[in-house]
């Protein structure tokens, strides 16, 4: 239990691009956000290395380095931005109770949950190891795929989001092998049949990584193995993609928030970022398995900003919604 309990008009969960969007907004709506990080300072975008489709830079940017120009603009209209990790919440009552690394305790009249969602990987060692080099290894096709315009490609999974980034990438790829762990997919029947029937995927069927290979810098292959005749053999590809599902990072929200059966959020009121609870919003890859993209996480920041403080100011009569959001 904290010594001073702190008090503040919004708390700012995540620094994703939609956890810096609802900051810059809500700073400037007068609502002094407070902003607490997370374990990975910037999100997913810190994992990507050049973001070519985000409106606004015409020669790409790198992710770590937009991510910290939304910072910088976050701190320019004074968001208070924080090291730290919620750790525990209780939205019980009508007070909006938080606790950073278990310890302090902050008030909050609104909260903007920006948590996003974790790529998940298949944690092999050569794996990770390209990944941290920016040296091929993806779990996102319409971010990267562009890199590998007329590259060969391999992509791991056999949902319906390795379908269809099966068939986004061998729209500029000149071959993509899709490695699929069982003997059917996972995904719907309709998106199985598109990358089934597209000429340039070849699909792999009781097929497993065994190791992602590449010179020291960058991928130039991967080694599979078929796990009914234990066969393994070399495919030749520059990229690699996995694509085994996301989790969303709501777990300290269970019990308060509803969250669909997957641990995404679910919203109150569609259109809004209203959530199950008054005052707690939510933007973001947190409540988006469909589009994920750094565009859309920022377009829901703001509007989660613009509902905190149409509830704000509902709630309290001297605290007027401001007009520089509408200019
Ligand atoms: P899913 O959980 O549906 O699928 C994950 C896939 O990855 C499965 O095929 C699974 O294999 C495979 N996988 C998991 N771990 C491994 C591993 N270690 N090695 C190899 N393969 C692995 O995740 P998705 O992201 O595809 O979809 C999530 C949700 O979003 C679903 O409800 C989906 O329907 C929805 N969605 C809808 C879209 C649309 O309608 N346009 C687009 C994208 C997603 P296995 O089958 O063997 O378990």
């Not at 940017?61 to 924080?82: C, H, K, S």
């Not at 997919?185 to 065994?210: D, G, H, P, Q």
Request: hydrophobic share 35%.
């Amino acid at each position: 239990m904290s010594d001073t309990i702190e008090k503040v008009k919004c708390l700012i969960i995540g620094s994703g691009p939609a956890g810096y969007t609802a900051a810059i907004y809500a700073a400037r709506a007068n609502m002094k956000p407070v902003l607490y990080q997370g374990t990975q300072p910037g999100g997913q975008l810190t994992t990507t290395n050049e973001v070519e489709n985000f409106p606004g830079y015409p020669e790409g940017i790198t992710g770590p380095a937009m991510m910290m120009e939304l910072q910088a603009q976050a701190e320019r209209f004074e968001t208070d931005v924080r090291d730290g990790w919620i750790t525990k919440v209780d939205f019980s009552g009508d007070v909006h109770k938080v606790w950073v690394n278990e310890e302090k305790e902050i008030h909050a009249e609104t909260v903007i949950i920006s948590t996003g969602a974790s790529a998940k990987y298949l944690g092999l060692e050569s794996e990770q190891k390209y990944l941290k080099l920016g040296g091929g290894v993806s779990a996102c096709a319409v971010c990267d795929g562009f890199f590998y315009r007329n590259h060969e490609v391999v992509l791991v999974g056999a949902g319906d989001s390795a379908c269809e980034e099966a068939h986004y990438l061998s729209k500029l790829c000149k071959k993509v092998t899709m490695l699929v762990r069982r003997d059917e997919f996972r995904a719907s029947k309709i998106m199985a049949a598109r990358v089934k029937n597209t000429e340039n995927i070849e699909i792999l069927f009781n097929t497993e990584t065994e190791e992602v290979l590449g010179d020291g810098q960058v991928v130039t292959g991967v080694r599979v193995k078929n796990n009914k005749t234990n066969e393994a053999h070399d495919i030749p590809a520059t990229g690699f993609f996995v694509a085994i599902g996301h989790k969303p990072n709501t777990d300290i929200f269970k019990g308060f928030i509803d969250l669909d059966e997957t641990g995404y959020i679910k919203y109150a009121k569609p259109g809004t970022s209203k959530t199950n609870v008054d005052g707690v919003f939510v933007s973001g890859d947190a409540a988006d398995h469909v589009y994920r993209q750094a565009i859309t996480a920022a377009g829901t920041g703001c509007m989660a900003a613009l509902d905190a403080e149409r509830y704000l100011a509902a709630k309290d009569s001297t605290f007027e919604v401001s007009t520089s959001n509408y200019n």
